[in-house]
């Protein structure tokens, strides 16, 4: 009896779509920019959406979604993200109380980590060394 309530309670964990990670819907269709601070109203998160909302044809092009983990909510391009700002910040290994800005990429791996406000540039230049980066601007090209 106890092993089949264990199976039947491990099957329902594994199938319990909050306990997946919310990252995983992004894999190979995005590359996140997850900016982590402890209130949406940190001059530092404004700074650096704004940064990047001037480049908003650049971000399409290389398919980037910008995540905001502030307070107690977790936005992904100014629409609600279903995550918690403690489950991502045990994913993503980011302290509370501190700014920071992720890069990660298409597989879902963090390429960039800072503490500071970013340019977008520094971002677009790293992604467009990446191979898979690469081999897209060459199917765009042919």
Do not use: C, Y
């Not at 319990?16 to 995983?24: F, K, N, T, V």
């Not at 979604?65 to 992904?76: E, F, L, P, Q």
């Not at 230049?125 to 090209?141: L, T, V, Y």
């Amino acid at each position: 009896m106890l092993r089949i309530l264990t199976a039947a309670l491990a099957m329902t964990l594994t199938a319990s779509p909050a306990l997946a990670d919310p990252l995983d819907e992004l894999r190979w269709h995005s590359r996140p920019v997850v900016i982590f601070a402890d209130s949406a109203n940190d001059p530092r998160v404004e700074e650096q959406t704004a940064l990047l909302n001037a480049q908003s044809a650049a971000l399409a092009e290389r398919a980037m979604t910008v995540i905001i983990v502030a307070g107690d909510r977790v936005t992904r391009d100014g629409a609600p993200f279903p995550a918690t700002p403690d489950s991502l910040r045990a994913r993503l290994r980011v302290e509370g109380g501190t700014f920071t800005v992720l890069l990660l990429g298409k597989d879902g791996g963090i390429k960039r980590r800072e503490t500071t406000v970013t340019a977008p540039e520094v971002l677009f230049q790293q992604i467009d060394a990446m191979p898979m980066r690469q081999q897209e601007m060459r199917r765009q090209i042919n």
